[in-house]
C-alpha cells in the first residue's frame, strides 16, 4: 500500500504555483518545475530506466503535423529528456478528403528527420530497438496513428502502412469512422465489420491496436476482439472526470483482465488547468483498478518545456476553435486551458514524476513500470509477430 505520509502540503503548494503559472509569464511555471525539482523528486535510477511516453512528439505538435523540422533548441530537449521512446502520431486525424497522401507525406516529413538526426533519433519497429534506443542514448521514434482513416476502405492497407514502419493504430478518433464510433458520437455504436477485419489484420501482422479516443462500446469490442493484448495509449479515469474521452473502471478491469496497458495523459481535465496532482491522482487510481503491471503514461503532447509566449496563446486559441468546427473537440478543450501541466513543464518531466510518484510511496519497481516497463512489456509481446 501507498505511504501517505508524503508532506501533502509541499506537494499542494508546488501544484498552486504551477496553476498559477498557466495564466503568467513562463518565468513563473518554470520556478514551479525549478522548485518541484529542488524538493527531492530527482531519482538515481531514472537513468536505467526504459521510459517511453505512449503518445507524444519530440517537438512541434503532438499530433506530428509540424511546419518546420526540428529546431536545434528541440533537438537539444531531446537530448537532455532522458525518454527512450515516443509513440508519435504519423497519421491525419479526423477524416477529410486527402487523409492518405497527407499521411504518406507526414510519413515522409519524419523519414527525412530520421536521416537529419541519425545520433538523437532512431526508428523503432521491434522491442530490440527499444533497447538499442536505450543503449545509445537516442530517442526512438515509434510511428503511430490516433485515427484509421488512412486506411479508407482497404484492410490491405494496414499492411502498407505496416510496410512504411506504423507500429500502433488507434481504431477511432472522437467521431465515427467505417471502423466504429468515437468518443463524441452519441449513438455508442461499436465496432463495425470492417473494424473486425481491421482488428484482425492488426494481430496477424503484429501491431499495437489503441482504443485512446475510441467510444465505450468500440473500446469493449476492441479489447474483446483482439487476440493480443492492446493500449490505450493516452486518457483519463472517467471515475475522476466524466468526460468522453476518458475510460471507466469496467473498461479499464477489461483492458488489464486481457493484459493491455493504459497510458494516463498529462491532461486529466478536472476543473480548469490541471496539474501534476490531477495526473498523479489519476495514475493512482488506474493503479488501484488496473494493478500496477497496467499502467504507463501518454503524454499527448511534446518534449520541451512550453513557453507561454503571446504566439503560443494565440496558436492554442485558434486550434481550440479549428477542432470545434471540424466537430473533433472534445469537453474541457478550453482557450485558457493549455495541453501541458505547468508543474511537469521541462523536458525531463518523466523524472519529476517518477520522484514525485516515489514520494507518494510508490516502489521503485512500480515507478519503473510506469514510466515505461509495462508498454514495453506489450510493445514487445504483439510486435513479435511484425
Not at 503514461?297 to 512550453?306: A, E, R
Request: charged share 25%; hydrophobic share 40%.
Amino acid at each position: 500500500m501507498r505511504n501517505r505520509a508524503f508532506d501533502r502540503r509541499q506537494f499542494l503548494l508546488l501544484s498552486a504555483m504551477a496553476a498559477a503559472g498557466a495564466a503568467v509569464p513562463q518565468a513563473v511555471a518554470e520556478g514551479a518545475a525549478a522548485a518541484a525539482g529542488a524538493s527531492g523528486t530527482r531519482w538515481a535510477g531514472y537513468d536505467k530506466a526504459l521510459v517511453i511516453d505512449a503518445c507524444g512528439a519530440p517537438g512541434g505538435s503532438a499530433t506530428g503535423m509540424n511546419d518546420a523540422p526540428l529546431s536545434a533548441a528541440e533537438i537539444a530537449d531531446v537530448r537532455a529528456s532522458g525518454v527512450t521512446a515516443i509513440n508519435l502520431t504519423v497519421g491525419s486525424v479526423g477524416g477529410g478528403p486527402d487523409v492518405f497522401p497527407d499521411t504518406v507525406e507526414r510519413i515522409g516529413f519524419w523519414e527525412r528527420e530520421l536521416d537529419s538526426h541519425p545520433d538523437v533519433l532512431m526508428k523503432v519497429k521491434s522491442a530490440a530497438d527499444l533497447d538499442r534506443a536505450k543503449a545509445s542514448g537516442r530517442l526512438g521514434i515509434i510511428y503511430g496513428f490516433q485515427d484509421a482513416t488512412p486506411l479508407g476502405e482497404d484492410v490491405n492497407r494496414v499492411k502498407v502502412f505496416s510496410r512504411f514502419g506504423v507500429r500502433a493504430i488507434q481504431l477511432t478518433y472522437n467521431r465515427r469512422n467505417l471502423l466504429g464510433d468515437g468518443c463524441l458520437e452519441p449513438a455508442n455504436a461499436g465496432l463495425s465489420r470492417f473494424g473486425q477485419e481491421v482488428v484482425q489484420r492488426m494481430n496477424e501482422l503484429g501491431l499495437v491496436i489503441d482504443l485512446s479516443h475510441c467510444g465505450h462500446r468500440t473500446t469493449t469490442d476492441g479489447i474483446t476482439a483482439s487476440k493480443q493484448p492492446v493500449a490505450i495509449t493516452h486518457t483519463g479515469c472517467a471515475a475522476l472526470a466524466d468526460l468522453p474521452r476518458n475510460k471507466t473502471d469496467e473498461e479499464l478491469r477489461l483492458l488489464a483482465k486481457r493484459g493491455g496497458v493504459v497510458g494516463i495523459y498529462l491532461m486529466p481535465r478536472t476543473h480548469g488547468q490541471p496539474t501534476a496532482a490531477d495526473l498523479i491522482r489519476h495514475v493512482e487510481h488506474a493503479v488501484d483498478v488496473c494493478g500496477e503491471d497496467h499502467v504507463g503514461i501518454g503524454t499527448d503532447g511534446v518534449v520541451s518545456h512550453i513557453e507561454l509566449t503571446p504566439e503560443f496563446v494565440k496558436r492554442h486559441r485558434e486550434d481550440v476553435a479549428n477542432r470545434r468546427r471540424l466537430g473533433i473537440s472534445a469537453p474541457g478543450e478550453e482557450e485558457d486551458v493549455y495541453t501541458f501541466l505547468p508543474d511537469l513543464n521541462t523536458p525531463r518531466r518523466f523524472e519529476t514524476l517518477a520522484g514525485l510518484l516515489l514520494a507518494c510511496g510508490h516502489s521503485e519497481s512500480r515507478v519503473t513500470k510506469i514510466l515505461g516497463g509495462n508498454f514495453a512489456r506489450l510493445f514487445s509481446e504483439v510486435w513479435r509477430r511484425a
